[in-house]
């Protein structure tokens, strides 16, 4: 379960806000297991959660009001988002066509809100999610498609502007007023669907939880999740959540193969069906940066600021807290079908559907164990082994007194003898850094990585140049066209530019790659290829040639054999594609 841990309430004195009228525009163009309500760790998100937008078209009045003093942190981001709104103007003068107006409210800490009909990149003139795929597809840097994705997941917020005030601080809704953004991503018909044709496990695959009288309850039963038992859980007042959607719907799984090479982390995702009047988890919070995507019907949250500083970017969940000593939510909005909310993980939150209508929303998670404090977790050890045993200076025996003046007995004693040994303590930790194996130590992380991926969505274009398109076949009792016929004249690139990472391991380099992964977290172990030395330097070659092709009799190899050998072993393995089909 993922749960978070909060201390006591701290009271957050009321939101300023400035209220920005007469936001007119015509139209707009716009997206780990987690047991939580608003958050994902391992492949799926195990609670419920949601996220902002791209840019508006339109001109921007001067506020008609302030409560209290502006900060001129306030109005900078102001300037930003009117910047915004009239970059994306070009041709479409404000109001023009007698368009509905749009407002955007912007508050202090904690928590900003953006609300925006036809805004910039967020309204009814948005790219549907079907057509944003297929532009990614135009792309031919995967890195730049990943960027484009999630530029329209949280239109119309600019993205840097997101990363610069809003990534791991403050929560934030875009409320679109277009119900069809999200369409097509998944459905409660969809899950009916998985229910009735897939082999769905509770609690491996499906939870049935509900908070009632202040106490969560779990009710899954053993053994498959048949449609009559989910949906007499459903009827009782219990909500369904999906654990790990991709594994049973290919758009989910695309849009989340994609992001995760924006965030450089996992991104996994759970889907919250909620049925009328009811609420299915604890308030709680969760160690992972959680996007909300509402899809079917209404759902009210409260986000609430992390209590205490070391609750701030926690690196566990908490448990389930009870209704009281939560504090002043600092964002209680109601999300309706194509709102977006955020908030980073801390945040405690929950969330209720209203009386007459259910909730579907989807809820996508990144970052969880991804801190600076976990890449030192497993540096420091490994540069103080380093240290000792190339540094003469951290074998050099300590003071034989140093047990009368250190500790914490003496920590208030004055003793003059404490000072120098401090400073000694420090110079050694400084030192002790340029032993930091910190490249190698990054390797293992990217590998741990890859483990987590979810395998790429090869287009029907890829599908052609790969592995996956030969015509090799069994016809008349004998297997025909077998072999890809690679010659040195022949044209290859990776298939993307996260797919692979070239580790060196004791004695050995290895080739971590994620395309024969599981679309279920972990299941199964990491996929690799020992590599001879003789073609480290091909491989590289490879990488830093993305996406340009690359003709075979260029790779820095020893001779021709060695370069058709190479590219053969990565092209049937499914890491490269190659810029014609091959032929037999």
Not at 27 to 35: F, I, L, P
Not at 70 to 76: F, K
Not at 306 to 330: D, H, I, Y
Not at 388 to 399: K, N, S
Request: overall charge neutral.
């Amino acid at each position: 379960e993922l749960k978070e841990r909060t201390a006591p309430a701290r009271e957050t004195p009321p939101p300023q806000t400035l209220e920005p009228r007469d936001l007119l525009g015509r139209g707009a163009q716009g997206g780990g297991e987690h047991r939580g309500e608003g958050s994902t760790g391992g492949r799926g998100a195990r609670g419920e959660g949601s996220t902002g937008g791209r840019g508006a078209q339109g001109a921007l009045s001067r506020p008609s009001s302030l409560e209290g003093p502006a900060r001129p942190g306030v109005l900078r981001h102001l300037r930003n988002f009117r910047d915004c709104f009239f970059r994306t103007a070009a041709g479409s003068p404000a109001g023009r066509g007698g368009a509905p107006a749009a407002t955007l409210f912007f508050k202090q800490s904690p928590t900003w809100t953006a609300h925006g009909q036809n805004s910039c990149g967020a309204g009814s003139g948005a790219p549907s999610l079907q057509q944003v795929l297929q532009e990614l597809g135009q792309i031919p840097h995967s890195k730049r498609r990943a960027a484009r994705l999630f530029e329209w997941l949280i239109a119309p917020l600019p993205v840097d502007h997101f990363f610069s005030w809003m990534w791991e601080k403050d929560a934030v809704l875009v409320r679109r007023g277009n119900p069809d953004y999200y369409r097509g991503l998944f459905s409660t018909a969809e899950l009916d669907a998985v229910l009735r044709g897939e082999d769905v496990q509770f609690g491996l695959h499906l939870d049935a939880a509900r908070y009632r009288k202040g106490q969560r309850e779990t009710l899954n039963p053993p053994g498959r999740a048949l449609p009559a038992t989910a949906w007499s859980l459903y009827r009782d007042g219990c909500s369904l959540r999906l654990l790990c959607p991709q594994a049973f719907s290919a758009v989910v799984w695309q849009v989340l193969s994609v992001l995760q090479e924006h965030f450089s982390s996992m991104v996994g995702a759970n889907a919250y069906l909620t049925p009328p009047g009811s609420q299915g988890f604890a308030p709680h919070y969760d160690d992972i940066e959680a996007f909300v995507l509402q899809l079917e019907g209404r759902k009210l949250w409260r986000v609430y600021k992390p209590r205490e500083q070391a609750e701030e970017l926690p690196q566990f969940s908490s448990p389930n807290f009870g209704p009281q000593g939560l504090g002043k939510p600092v964002l209680q909005e109601v999300l309706e079908p194509g709102d977006l909310l955020y908030f980073p993980r801390g945040f405690i939150h929950q969330a209720e559907c209203e009386p007459g209508v259910h909730s579907l929303h989807l809820t996508l998670s990144t970052f969880q164990r991804n801190s600076w404090g976990d890449l030192l977790e497993p540096l420091l050890p490994a540069a103080l082994q380093a240290a000792v045993e190339e540094d003469v200076e951290f074998r050099r025996g300590l003071p034989r007194d140093y047990l009368d003046y250190m500790g914490v007995q003496h920590s208030e004693s004055g003793d003059p003898r404490r000072g120098p040994f401090l400073e000694k303590v420090q110079r050694l930790l400084a030192r002790m850094a340029q032993y930091a194996p910190v490249d190698a130590v990054a390797d293992q992380r990217a590998k741990g990585f890859l483990h987590d991926c979810l395998p790429p969505v090869l287009s029907e274009k890829e599908r052609a140049l790969s592995v996956h398109g030969l015509p090799v076949r069994w016809e008349a009792g004998e297997a025909w066209n077998v072999g890809a016929k690679i010659t040195t004249e022949t044209q290859v690139r990776l298939l993307r530019h996260g797919l692979t990472r070239l580790v060196s391991e004791d004695d050995s380099v290895v080739l971590y790659y994620t395309v024969e992964n599981s679309r279920v977290y972990h299941q199964g172990e990491p996929k690799y290829l020992e590599i001879d030395s003789q073609y480290t330097d091909g491989i590289e070659y490879l990488f830093s040639s993305y996406p340009g092709f690359v003709q075979v009799g260029d790779l820095p190899c020893d001779n021709s054999k060695d370069q058709i050998s190479l590219v053969t072993m990565l092209f049937e393995k499914g890491l490269l594609i190659t810029k014609k089909p091959l032929t037999p």
